[in-house]
């Protein structure tokens, strides 16, 4: 599958939860979380022939755009996740290599926000998906992502009841417990929709 297809399901899913991402983020934050992020994915779709190139050029690009056009913490902590992707793969024809600029773009994501699991999160969805791939280097990608989207799923629920110690959320103490991280949502979205073009 053409790289730029798989991009542009990303963005689609986003837009399809736009409100959804607004209104957790309305909860914990400042309430454009999901506005934001399409931002910075409807840049990234209008150049597919940047985003057909090698994986390695694919998400330098998409890293460059998102912390360029998205505001608040998610340009910077998206883009340095894919940034460190690019910087970490190479052919990427081994699910070995994959599990490798994974694990870079999440050393990345934690320095940068001085964060890890158990802080409510995009961490906290991002990691319990790499690990299936960590246990499942052998299956193919079609199976893999449909369970890395569901412990991303699972992770990003799990938010909910976490005591959030991180970002803007970080300043409502207890009255962060009971609602979702919205960058944790957003991860889990986009590996359903990576899930979903690759069925």
Known sequence: MEQAKIWQAIT??????????????????????GTNLIRGFNEVIKDPVKLNGTWQ????????????????SSGPLF??????????????????????????????????????????TMLDALIPAVKILESNLNLNNKDLYKQMALAAQEGAEAT??????????????????NHMDPGAKSVSLIFEA??????
Request: glycine share 10%; hydrophobic share 40%.
């Open 12 to 33: 689609e899913k986003l837009i399809a939860n736009k409100e959804l991402l607004n209104d957790l983020d309305q909860a914990i934050g400042d309430g454009d979380h």
């Open 57 to 72: 050029a694919s998400f330098n690009f998409v890293a460059m755009t998102l912390m360029s056009k998205v505001g608040g």
């Open 194 to 199: 990576v899930s979903e073009a690759l069925q």
């Open 79 to 120: 883009g340095i996740f894919f940034l460190n992707m690019s910087k970490a793969i190479k052919t990427a024809s081994t699910q070995q290599e994959w599990l490798d600029a994974y694990l870079a773009g999440i050393k990345a994501v934690k320095t940068l926000g001085k964060s890890d699991v158990g802080e409510g």
């Open 160 to 177: 909910i009841t976490m005591l959030k110690t991180k970002g803007r959320a970080s300043y409502l103490k207890e009255r962060s417990v």
